[in-house]
C-alpha cells in the first residue's frame, strides 16, 4: 500500500512570486508520481507525472516538479504564479511497473490561493 | 486527446428519488473507469471501479446497492443513487485510464444536491 502526504493546506502567495507545494509518498515498491490541478467546480486536469527518467519533471502551465527517491519527495513548483493558478493541487501516487494495481492514492490536496 | 464527460453537471432532486449520472469517454475506450466522491475543501474519495462487462468493484463501505455503476460499454459508465438523501449530497467525479499512459482522465464532475 502507499499513501501520499500534502503537507500545506493552503498556500497564499503574491503574484509573480515562486511557489511550492510540498508532496511526501510512502510505498513499498516503485511508484509514478503526478500531480493534478481542480479549478472550481470542476474536474482535476494533469499538470504533469513522473514515471521514470529524468527526475525534473516539466508539466504544464509552467509548473515543475522534481522526483527525490532518497527523500521520497516529489515537489510541485512555479517560478512565478499568476492569479489564474489559483486552484485546488492535488498529488498522486500508484504503484509503477505492469501488473500492479493501477489504482491511484490521492494526498489531501493544497489550496493555492494567489493574491494580486 | 482523452476526453471525458459527464451528464449532468448540475442535478438537484428531493430526498428519496433516484439520480443517474453519466460518464462517458468521448475520443477513446476506457476498459476502466473509477468514481469518486468529493467533498468541500476535501480530497477524492474513489467509491469504485467499473470494468466493462462486468461488475464493478466497490471500496470499503460503499454501499453498493445505494449506488449503482453499470459500465455497459468501452464508453459508458452509469452511476445512479438509489433513495437519495440529503447526506447523498456531494460532488461526483468520474475517471478513465487509457492503462498505457498510467494516468487517469477525469470528467468535470457532477454537483448532486438533494433536497
Known amino acids: 500500500a502507499q499513501s501520499v502526504t500534502q503537507l500545506d493546506s493552503q498556500v497564499p502567495v503574491f503574484e509573480e512570486a515562486p511557489v511550492e507545494l510540498r508532496c511526501n509518498y510512502s510505498?513499498?515498491?516503485?511508484?509514478?508520481l503526478f500531480w493534478y490541478v481542480q479549478y472550481p467546480n470542476q474536474g482535476l486536469q494533469l499538470l504533469l507525472k513522473?514515471?521514470?527518467?529524468?527526475?525534473l519533471v516539466k508539466g504544464i502551465n509552467g509548473f515543475e516538479a522534481e522526483f527525490n527517491k532518497s527523500q521520497t519527495s516529489f515537489h510541485l513548483r512555479k517560478p512565478s504564479v499568476h492569479i489564474s493558478d489559483t486552484a485546488e493541487y492535488f498529488c498522486?501516487?500508484?504503484?509503477?511497473?505492469?501488473?500492479?494495481?493501477?489504482?491511484?492514492?490521492f494526498g489531501r490536496g493544497t489550496s493555492l490561493i494567489v493574491h494580486p | 486527446g482523452a476526453v471525458v464527460s459527464q451528464h449532468p453537471s448540475r442535478v438537484i432532486c428531493k430526498s428519496g428519488t433516484s439520480v443517474k449520472i453519466e460518464c462517458r469517454s468521448l475520443d477513446f475506450q476506457a476498459t476502466t473507469m473509477f468514481w469518486y466522491r468529493q467533498f468541500p475543501k476535501q480530497s477524492l474519495m474513489l467509491m469504485a471501479t467499473?470494468?466493462?462487462?462486468?461488475?464493478?468493484?466497490?471500496e470499503q463501505g460503499v454501499e453498493k446497492d445505494k449506488f449503482l455503476i453499470n459500465h455497459a460499454s468501452l464508453t459508458l459508465s452509469t452511476l445512479t443513487v438509489t433513495s437519495a438523501h440529503p447526506e447523498d449530497s456531494s460532488f461526483y467525479i468520474c475517471?478513465?485510464?487509457?492503462?498505457?499512459?498510467?494516468?487517469?482522465?477525469f470528467g468535470p464532475g457532477t454537483r448532486l444536491t438533494v433536497t
Open positions: 467499473s470494468n466493462e462487462g462486468s461488475k464493478a468493484t466497490y
Open positions: 510505498s513499498s515498491v516503485s511508484v509514478y
Open positions: 475517471s478513465a485510464d487509457l492503462g498505457y499512459t498510467y494516468e487517469q482522465y
Open positions: 513522473y514515471l521514470s527518467g529524468s527526475t
Open positions: 498522486a501516487v500508484r504503484p509503477g511497473g505492469a501488473g500492479g494495481s493501477y489504482i491511484p492514492t
